[in-house]
Every structure is written in structure tokens, then in C-alpha cells.
């Protein structure tokens, strides 16, 4: 009732040359078509391709093999690059984040003084005090600061 076709078995030829090559289309599965095309990407890399025995342009498995390596030696190093810059995210955020000031407890507020008083005068004693002429001569520094004087408008 059913025949099964007859089977029609090809003798190997011999030419290990078409098995030696990889379809640039198998290629395209795994690498990501470059934008230039195969011909100019393929050219700069000085890797040839040739069309197999159904016309198809095609690359050889080692040169296939390289670029395969170079995409991964790719992702390693912007892994790499990533994860570093992430790092230096998170040291820039744990800087900025020790720079803000946190305020003052509520314990080391006096009695019956206003809280934004006490503030401002906590972040004025947290500047720097500039130092007077006679401090500067008496550190044996070398060098004194000078310190000019504000401009006036009186003399309009």
C-alpha cells in the first residue's frame, strides 16, 4: 500500500574542501551582521570567502573560529569594563553620599533655642577660620596670604 521512495545513496566525493567551509548566512546566527557588510568587515580582516558547491559565500571554520574568539574576547573585555565602571559608580556614590551632612542629634540641641539657629551656627564653626597676619609669622611658614581689602564705592 505505502512505498517508501527509493533512497538514493550519494558516494562521498572525496572533496573535504566544502566541509572546510562555513556559510557566512550559519555565521550571521552568531555574529551580528556588520553594518558595512560581510565583504568590507571580512576584507579588513584579511579573511577571504569563497562560495561552496551551492553558491553560497562562505568562510573557512578557522577564520570562522577567529572571529568567534574575538566576539568573545569582546564581551570579556566590555564585561570587564562594566563591571569596573560600576565600581567607580558605587566609590563616587559612597563619597557623595559621606559629603552631605547629616545634621545635628536632637540631644546636642540646648533647651529653648530655636534648631535652625543651632544649625547654621554648627555649619558657620565648620568653616574654615582664616588666620591673622601675626599666625602666619609666628608658624615660620615662609609665606604670608594677602588679603585685599573689599572695594568700596564711595569713591564715585
Known sequence: MFRSPAVEEVAPTGDTLSDDLIPL???ALDLAVP?????DFLGRRAITFV???LGRDCGRRQDAR???DE???DVLRRRAVARQQEQEAVEADRVRRASIWKGLPADQLP???NPSTVMLQAAKDARPKRRTPLEE???NSGTLTYHPLPASD???
Open 25 to 27: 548566512s550559519h555565521l
Open 35 to 39: 553594518a558595512a557588510g560581510w565583504a
Open 51 to 53: 562560495p561552496d558547491d
Open 66 to 68: 577567529r572571529l568567534l
Open 71 to 73: 566576539q568573545r574576547a
Open 111 to 113: 533647651v529653648g533655642v
Open 137 to 139: 609669622a609666628l608658624s
Open 154 to 156: 564711595e569713591a564715585s
